[in-house]
C-alpha cells in the first residue's frame, strides 16, 4: 500500500501527542494498542508519546492510572515488567484545551526534545470530545506547532465527523485550514476490525467468488451490526446522535461500500477510496415515498429513563433500512442495514444471500446458498450448501462449511485500533475516511433524518430489552430477501 514518502538519509523520530489522554479511549483503546505495537516490535524505534489531560498529574501517577486500566481492558497479554519499559516512553502533560499559553508550553516542551541532526515525527491524536476538534487544531497553528521543522506532521481524528452534511463540512473546512487532506487520518474503527479487512481478499483473491459477486448471484446483502448494551453512561451524547448518526453514517456504510465495491486498481489508499466513494455516489436517493418499505426505527423500552435522555425521546436506538445501488452489478439488489442497542446479542456480520437455484424436488424446498462473513464476536467464514442426507431415499440437508478464524487463532487478532495507528504512523491512509467519503455519507444519512422529520414518533416501534428488536423486523424483509438470516438462524 502507498506509503508517504520519507527521506531514508535523515534520522527521524516520532512523537505522537494525545489530546484526551485521560479520557476512556486512551485508557481502553489507545494505550492497550500502543503497548501490544510495543511488544510485537512494531512501533519506530524512537517512539514517545505526550499524553495530554486537563487534570494535576504526575507522569508518574499516570503511568499507574495506565497500567491498571490496561490490565483491565486489554484483552491479549500484559506483563508488568515490559509494560513499565513501555511506560517510560510516555509523558503526561497538562494542558486546558482552550488556554493559548499552554499550547506555547507545549510547543516549548516539543522544541526542548529537539536533537541536532534529527527530524521529527508529530501524530497529534484527538481522542476527545468532538465540541474540541476546531479549537484544538487552531491551536495547534496559533501556538505555531504547525510550523515546527518536521519531517512530517499528521492528524488522527475520531468519530462523530460531524452531526450532519453541514456541520461536517464547517468541521472540515476549519481543520482542513491547518493540515492538507492527506494529513488528516479520519477514523471509524470498524474498517480495521480483521474480517472486514478479509474481504478484499475474499473477494479478489477466490476466483469462485469474484465471479458470481454481482446481481446475477446474489439475491440481497444484510449488513448487521447488533449490541446487547443499551447507551450506559453515554446518554448525553447518544440522545442527540441516535443510531442513523452513531453507526449508519459511517460504520455500516463502510461495511456497505466494502462489500459493494468494484476491484480498485491497485489496494493504494486512493485508488480503494475512489471505488468506495463510487459506491456512494450510486446509492439510491432516498425519499419520503414508500417509507414503511424502506425504514424502520426502534427505540428500547426504558431508553427515555436512561441517564441524560430527555424523557420524551424519540431518539432511534436501532435502525434497518433497504439500501439500493444503482450500477451495473448491484441494480434491483437490496442491501439491508440493521443496527440497534439493548438486543439479545452483540454480533456483527455482512450475510450474502445467493440465488435459489434449485432444480429439482427433495422433498423439502432447497434453501439458497448463504455466506456469512462474521466480523465479531466470532471471526471467520460460513458457506451454506445444499447436501443429500445419506440415506436410501433422497432427501436434502443443509451444511455450513466453517472458517473459524477465531477458533485457530484463539480470538487474538489484533484490535483495530492497532492496525489503525500502526498504518497511520506509516502514512498508509486506507482504512482512513477521506473527506468525499464522508460527504457522500452525510447526505444520505441526512435525507433519511429529513424523511421522517417532524413524524418520527409515528414511525418509532418500541422494542424490549434483549430482544431481536420490533416484531415489525420480520415482515420488513420479507419483500425482497427470503429472511434476516441472522436473526432466523437456527444454527
Ligand atoms: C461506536 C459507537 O462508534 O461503535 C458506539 O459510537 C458503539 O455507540 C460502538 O457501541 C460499537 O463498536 P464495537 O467495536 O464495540 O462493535
Same mark, same amino acid.
Given at each position: 500500500m502507498k506509503k508517504d514518502k520519507a527521506s531514508t538519509d535523515i534520522k527521524t523520530r516520532t512523537t505522537m501527542v494525545i489530546f484526551g489522554g485521560t479520557g476512556d479511549l486512551t485508557h481502553r483503546k489507545l494505550i492497550p494498542a500502543l503497548y501490544q505495537l510495543y511488544i510485537n516490535k512494531y512501533l519506530p524505534e524512537d517512539f514517545s508519546l505526550i499524553s495530554i489531560g486537563r487534570r494535576d498529574k504526575t507522569t508518574e501517577e499516570y503511568r499507574s492510572d495506565l497500567l491498571a486500566s490496561t490490565k483491565r481492558f486489554s484483552t491479549r497479554n500484559l506483563d508488568d515488567e515490559s509494560f513499565d519499559t513501555f511506560s517510560r516512553m510516555i509523558t503526561y502533560f497538562r494542558l486546558d484545551f482552550n488556554n493559548e499559553k499552554d499550547y506555547e508550553r507545549l510547543h516549548k516542551e516539543l522544541d526542548d526534545r529537539d536533537q541536532d541532526g534529527v527530524l521529527d515525527n508529530y501524530m497529534f491524536y484527538l481522542a476527545v470530545s468532538p465540541d474540541y476538534f476546531t479549537e484544538i487544531v487552531e491551536n495547534l497553528k496559533t501556538s505555531r506547532i504547525r510550523k515546527k521543522k518536521s519531517n512530517w506532521q499528521r492528524l488522527i481524528i475520531e468519530k462523530p465527523f460531524g452531526q450532519d452534511l453541514e456541520s461536517a463540512t464547517k468541521l472540515n473546512a476549519a481543520i482542513s485550514k491547518v493540515f492538507d487532506e492527506k494529513d488528516i487520518y479520519r477514523i471509524d474503527h470498524y474498517v480495521a476490525k480483521e474480517m472486514i479487512q478479509n474481504i478484499n481478499m475474499l473477494r479478489f483473491q477466490n476466483a469462485i467468488f469474484e465471479s458470481i459477486w454481482n446481481r446475477t448471484h446474489i439475491n440481497s446483502v444484510q449488513i448487521t451490526v447488533l449490541e446487547k448494551e443499551g447507551v450506559g453512561t453515554r446518554g448525553g451524547y447518544y440522545d442527540d446522535t441516535g443510531a442513523l448518526r452513531d453507526m449508519v453514517q459511517n460504520h455500516l456504510l463502510q461495511l456497505l461500500a466494502i462489500t459493494a465495491m468494484e476491484p480498485p486498481k491497485t489496494l493504494d489508499a486512493d485508488d480503494v477510496r475512489n471505488e468506495k466513494v463510487k459506491v456512494f455516489k450510486a446509492l439510491r436517493e432516498f425519499t419520503d415515498e414508500h417509507l414503511e418499505e424502506k425504514l424502520i426505527l426502534g427505540q428500547y423500552s426504558g431508553y427515555q429513563k $436512561? #441517564?441524560?435522555? #430527555? $424523557?420524551d425521546s424519540t431518539t432511534e436506538t436501532l435502525v434497518a433500512t433497504k439500501v439500493y445501488i444503482d450500477n451495473k452489478r448491484w441494480e434491483g439488489v437490496p442491501f439491508y442495514l440493521l443496527t440497534g442497542k439493548a438486543l439479545k446479542n452483540k454480533t456483527a456480520q455482512i450475510t450474502i444471500e445467493f440465488k435459489? %437455484? %434449485?432444480?429439482?424436488?427433495?422433498g423439502a424446498n432447497s434453501e439458497p446458498n448463504i455466506l456469512e462473513i462474521k466480523i465479531q464476536p466470532d471471526e471467520g467464514i460460513t458457506l451454506h450448501l445444499n447436501v443429500k442426507q445419506p440415506g436410501v431415499i433422497d432427501k436434502m440437508a443443509m451444511v455450513e462449511m466453517d472458517y473459524c478464524q477465531s477458533c485457530l487463532y484463539l480470538f487474538n487478532s489484533p484490535d483495530s485500533y492497532e492496525k489503525l495507528i500502526l498504518d497511520a504512523i506509516n502514512g498508509d491512509s486506507t482504512l482512513f475516511t477521506r473527506w468525499d467519503e464522508l460527504q457522500l455519507t452525510w447526505k444520505y444519512v441526512d435525507s433519511i433524518i429529513s424523511s421522517v422529520k417532524g413524524s418520527k414518533s409515528s414511525y418509532l416501534r418500541c422494542y424490549e430489552v434483549g430482544s431481536d428488536g420490533p416484531p415489525e423486523l420480520k415482515s420488513f424483509i420479507q419483500s425482497g430477501a427470503r429472511h434476516w438470516w441472522y436473526l432466523n438462524r437456527e444454527y
Amino acid at each position: 500500500m502507498k506509503k508517504d514518502k520519507a527521506s531514508t538519509d535523515i534520522k527521524t523520530r516520532t512523537t505522537m501527542v494525545i489530546f484526551g489522554g485521560t479520557g476512556d479511549l486512551t485508557h481502553r483503546k489507545l494505550i492497550p494498542a500502543l503497548y501490544q505495537l510495543y511488544i510485537n516490535k512494531y512501533l519506530p524505534e524512537d517512539f514517545s508519546l505526550i499524553s495530554i489531560g486537563r487534570r494535576d498529574k504526575t507522569t508518574e501517577e499516570y503511568r499507574s492510572d495506565l497500567l491498571a486500566s490496561t490490565k483491565r481492558f486489554s484483552t491479549r497479554n500484559l506483563d508488568d515488567e515490559s509494560f513499565d519499559t513501555f511506560s517510560r516512553m510516555i509523558t503526561y502533560f497538562r494542558l486546558d484545551f482552550n488556554n493559548e499559553k499552554d499550547y506555547e508550553r507545549l510547543h516549548k516542551e516539543l522544541d526542548d526534545r529537539d536533537q541536532d541532526g534529527v527530524l521529527d515525527n508529530y501524530m497529534f491524536y484527538l481522542a476527545v470530545s468532538p465540541d474540541y476538534f476546531t479549537e484544538i487544531v487552531e491551536n495547534l497553528k496559533t501556538s505555531r506547532i504547525r510550523k515546527k521543522k518536521s519531517n512530517w506532521q499528521r492528524l488522527i481524528i475520531e468519530k462523530p465527523f460531524g452531526q450532519d452534511l453541514e456541520s461536517a463540512t464547517k468541521l472540515n473546512a476549519a481543520i482542513s485550514k491547518v493540515f492538507d487532506e492527506k494529513d488528516i487520518y479520519r477514523i471509524d474503527h470498524y474498517v480495521a476490525k480483521e474480517m472486514i479487512q478479509n474481504i478484499n481478499m475474499l473477494r479478489f483473491q477466490n476466483a469462485i467468488f469474484e465471479s458470481i459477486w454481482n446481481r446475477t448471484h446474489i439475491n440481497s446483502v444484510q449488513i448487521t451490526v447488533l449490541e446487547k448494551e443499551g447507551v450506559g453512561t453515554r446518554g448525553g451524547y447518544y440522545d442527540d446522535t441516535g443510531a442513523l448518526r452513531d453507526m449508519v453514517q459511517n460504520h455500516l456504510l463502510q461495511l456497505l461500500a466494502i462489500t459493494a465495491m468494484e476491484p480498485p486498481k491497485t489496494l493504494d489508499a486512493d485508488d480503494v477510496r475512489n471505488e468506495k466513494v463510487k459506491v456512494f455516489k450510486a446509492l439510491r436517493e432516498f425519499t419520503d415515498e414508500h417509507l414503511e418499505e424502506k425504514l424502520i426505527l426502534g427505540q428500547y423500552s426504558g431508553y427515555q429513563k $436512561e #441517564d441524560k435522555v #430527555d $424523557e420524551d425521546s424519540t431518539t432511534e436506538t436501532l435502525v434497518a433500512t433497504k439500501v439500493y445501488i444503482d450500477n451495473k452489478r448491484w441494480e434491483g439488489v437490496p442491501f439491508y442495514l440493521l443496527t440497534g442497542k439493548a438486543l439479545k446479542n452483540k454480533t456483527a456480520q455482512i450475510t450474502i444471500e445467493f440465488k435459489n %437455484s %434449485s432444480r429439482y424436488h427433495y422433498g423439502a424446498n432447497s434453501e439458497p446458498n448463504i455466506l456469512e462473513i462474521k466480523i465479531q464476536p466470532d471471526e471467520g467464514i460460513t458457506l451454506h450448501l445444499n447436501v443429500k442426507q445419506p440415506g436410501v431415499i433422497d432427501k436434502m440437508a443443509m451444511v455450513e462449511m466453517d472458517y473459524c478464524q477465531s477458533c485457530l487463532y484463539l480470538f487474538n487478532s489484533p484490535d483495530s485500533y492497532e492496525k489503525l495507528i500502526l498504518d497511520a504512523i506509516n502514512g498508509d491512509s486506507t482504512l482512513f475516511t477521506r473527506w468525499d467519503e464522508l460527504q457522500l455519507t452525510w447526505k444520505y444519512v441526512d435525507s433519511i433524518i429529513s424523511s421522517v422529520k417532524g413524524s418520527k414518533s409515528s414511525y418509532l416501534r418500541c422494542y424490549e430489552v434483549g430482544s431481536d428488536g420490533p416484531p415489525e423486523l420480520k415482515s420488513f424483509i420479507q419483500s425482497g430477501a427470503r429472511h434476516w438470516w441472522y436473526l432466523n438462524r437456527e444454527y
